[in-house]
């Protein structure tokens, strides 16, 4: 039964048990936190006291921080808090969010324009963005971004099957191309940051991600980004295991991705590839080299990280839908980012916002196809 928010108590403190885990997600991880203030953010963690009268509940959350030039600041919380239907309908986890926020205020920056959420709220296809919109509005306090930090949609493949069992799940063309690459001689190589050849392997990955960058107008960062990524893991204890694949045939490299599994979770990151023998079928070998590591690495589930949220042809990503969800796995909706403004600056952040978005989303792919 949901519980009264009104009768709510909800406390938060500073945490001291920076290697404490309260969620399933890599993006409320030490190690994600500690990658996080290498590039240019603040981690900060705390701890939340819930209670209601009858029972108390404690939980950590991960909260990111970025100051622009001593000008103003932003607060970032990935996947958390939890959310339970069991314990809160929509209504009272958004007036959970406004109680740990006001709480949140004053260990803040304090020209901290919003606090965003990316909340691990799913929902059924019965249900839409649009109703949490239309009920997110009773509570005046939480406002929708026009475009989310996380990918709200994606797929999650179950590895507690046997791999034969996640073979039959797959559309047959997949188990097709799968084959094929196979029978073409396309190569997998996996290597990790302790490897000899990372280097090259990383800068063969780079490449790749720029010609897909151009080909599909998608963002990429720094190469020292992706590099740093997999330092960090080699240099903390506990962290995840990062892994960079690359499909090569005759010497030929055709396709990269890069991979992160926690005890828990496998999450595919980073995906490339060129624009050369694409019949060859090399990104679907490449994922069940993947999934089969990450079911012997002990992994329940393997997140394929966003997809369009419905099978639409005429979505600019529809090849990604079909390219993921032929894998098998449950398509998980989630809500997207909220946030929760703290000062009228975010009026002005907003619109600038939404004209970054229209460079990127319009003016720039406009620009490319000429």
């Not at 950590?60 to 970025?66: E, H, N, P, Q």
Request: proline share 5%; hydrophobic share 40%.
């Amino acid at each position: 039964m949901a519980v009264d928010t009104q009768n709510l108590k909800v406390k938060v403190s500073l945490s001291d048990n920076k290697n404490t885990i309260f969620s399933d997600s890599f993006l409320q991880t030490p190690f994600w936190a500690k990658f996080k203030s290498r590039h240019g953010w603040k981690s900060l963690r705390f701890n939340i006291t819930v209670t209601d009268g009858n029972c108390t509940v404690q939980m950590d959350i991960s909260v990111l921080v970025r100051t622009f030039a001593r000008f103003f600041s932003l607060a970032y919380i990935p996947l958390a808090p939890v959310f339970n239907p069991e314990v809160f309908d929509f209504t009272g986890y958004f007036d959970f969010l406004v109680k740990i926020t006001e709480q949140l205020k004053v260990f803040l920056p304090k020209r901290t324009i919003y606090v965003r959420y990316d909340p691990p709220v799913c929902y059924k296809n019965d249900f839409t963005k649009e109703d949490f919109v239309n009920i997110m509005t009773q509570c005046h306090k939480l406002k929708k971004p026009l475009s989310d930090i996380q990918p709200p949609d994606t797929v999650i493949l179950n590895l507690m099957q046997t791999e034969d069992e996640i073979i039959a799940g797959m559309k047959s063309k997949w188990r097709y191309n799968i084959r094929l690459a196979k029978k073409k001689d396309v190569k997998i190589k996996q290597c990790s940051a302790e490897d000899t050849d990372f280097e090259k392997s990383i800068d063969t990955f780079y490449d790749l991600y720029r010609i897909t960058s151009e080909r599909d107008g998608i963002a990429l960062h720094s190469k020292s980004y992706y590099i740093d990524l997999f330092k960090c893991a080699q240099q903390l204890p506990d962290a995840p295991k990062i892994s960079l694949y690359t499909a090569e045939h005759e010497g030929t490299p055709l396709a990269a991705i890069i991979t992160l599994f926690t005890e828990k979770q496998a999450v595919y990151l980073y995906g490339a590839s060129s624009n050369e023998k694409r019949n060859l079928m090399p990104a679907y070998l490449l994922q069940w080299t993947a999934l089969c590591d990450a079911k012997k690495h002990g992994c329940a589930s393997y997140d394929f990280y966003g997809i369009p949220p419905t099978d639409d042809e005429s979505h600019p990503m529809h090849g990604l839908y079909r390219f993921k969800t032929g894998f098998g796995g449950t398509i998980i909706h989630r809500i997207g980012s909220i946030d929760i403004p703290l000062s009228l600056l975010y009026i002005a952040y907003a619109f600038a916002e939404k004209l970054r978005l229209i460079w990127f989303k319009k003016i720039k792919k406009l620009l490319r196809k000429k």
